[in-house]
C-alpha cells in the first residue's frame, strides 16, 4: 500500500512562503502607487485651495491693518481737530466782535 499525504508536503509550504515573501514587497508597493493615484489629484486640489485661502487671508489682514492705522491717525488726529475748533471759535468771536463796533 502506497502513503499518500493529505497534508501539503514540506516544500509545498517552503517555495508558498518563498513565493509569498518575494512578491510582499511589490504587492506592498502595487498597493502604495493605487493609493497615491487616488488621492494625489484630490491633495493637488487641497493645496490649490489652501494657497487660495493664504492669498485672500493675507489680502483681508492687510485691509485690516491698514484700517486700524488710519483709525489710530485719527485718534492721533484728536490734538489737532481740537486746535481747529479752538480756532475757529476765536475766529467766530472776533468777527462777531467786528459787526457789533
Not at 493609493?35 to 487660495?52: F, G, I, N, T
Not at 479752538?86 to 472776533?94: D, G, P, V, W, Y
Request: some cysteine.
Amino acid at each position: 500500500p502506497t502513503l499518500t499525504l493529505s497534508c501539503p508536503t514540506v516544500t509545498d509550504k517552503f517555495t508558498e512562503s518563498l513565493y509569498v515573501l518575494a512578491n510582499e514587497p511589490s504587492v506592498a508597493l502595487f498597493r502604495l502607487q493605487e493609493h497615491v493615484r487616488r488621492s494625489l489629484p484630490e491633495l493637488a486640489q487641497h493645496k490649490s485651495d489652501m494657497q487660495s485661502w493664504e492669498e485672500q487671508s493675507q489680502g483681508a489682514i492687510y485691509t485690516v491693518e491698514y484700517a486700524c492705522s488710519a483709525i489710530k491717525n485719527m485718534t492721533d488726529s484728536t490734538v489737532y481737530f481740537k486746535s481747529i475748533d479752538s480756532l475757529l471759535k476765536h475766529a467766530i468771536a472776533m468777527k462777531e466782535q467786528l459787526n457789533t463796533s
